[in-house]
């Protein structure tokens, strides 16, 4: 599996218990991993809405890898109610950040234009909040 291929672990239950605290420290590429193996069950006990929370926290850090995975748990229900204008707004904030999903694109191409245009507004205040600079209290004057 691609988890013992990396870690060099053999067991998938010890493999998870690792990644999971390197997600929960905030590392967002162990998110995405950790949701991959809670959406699977792989080491640790299936949760697919689990899986779409580590996947949206990993998304709204900026990660464009859980970003399609999102738009993926939005298209086809699983782990979150099926909402095709928030799969679509995902996969489209990932493929500007250069992430391709054919399967997404197929998605979005087949979307009558209402919700097409929900997407690209969701999109684009997907993508302000995250292009938004972080808030430094420290250096704003009283």
């Known amino acids: 599996s691609y988890l013992e291929s990396q ?10 218990f690792w990644l999971g ?3 929960r420290r905030g590392h967002t590429s162990a998110q995405v991993y950790y949701g991959i193996l809670r959406f699977q069950g792989k080491g640790v006990d299936p949760s697919e809405t689990e899986a779409a929370d580590w996947f949206e926290r990993a998304a709204t850090s900026g990660n ?3 970003m399609n995975r999102l ?3 939005y298209a086809y229900g699983r782990g979150r109610e099926q909402d095709y204008a928030a799969a ?12 391709s999903d054919l399967a997404l694109d197929q998605i979005v191409d087949g979307l009558d234009e209402e919700t097409l245009a929900k997407a690209r507004k969701l999109a684009e ?8 600079p972080s808030r430094d209290p420290a250096r704003e004057s009283p």
């Not at 870690?7 to 998938?12: A, E, K, R, S, W």
């Not at 205040?125 to 938004?132: F, G, I, N, V």
């Open 125 to 132: 205040q997907y993508s302000t909040t995250l292009m938004a």
């Open 71 to 73: 738009a993926r748990i």
């Open 88 to 99: 679509a707004g995902w996969h489209l904030i990932a493929r500007t950040l250069g992430v």
């Open 21 to 23: 605290r390197a997600a």
């Open 64 to 66: 464009p890898v859980a």
């Open 7 to 16: 870690t060099g672990l053999n067991d998938p239950g010890q493999g998870a």
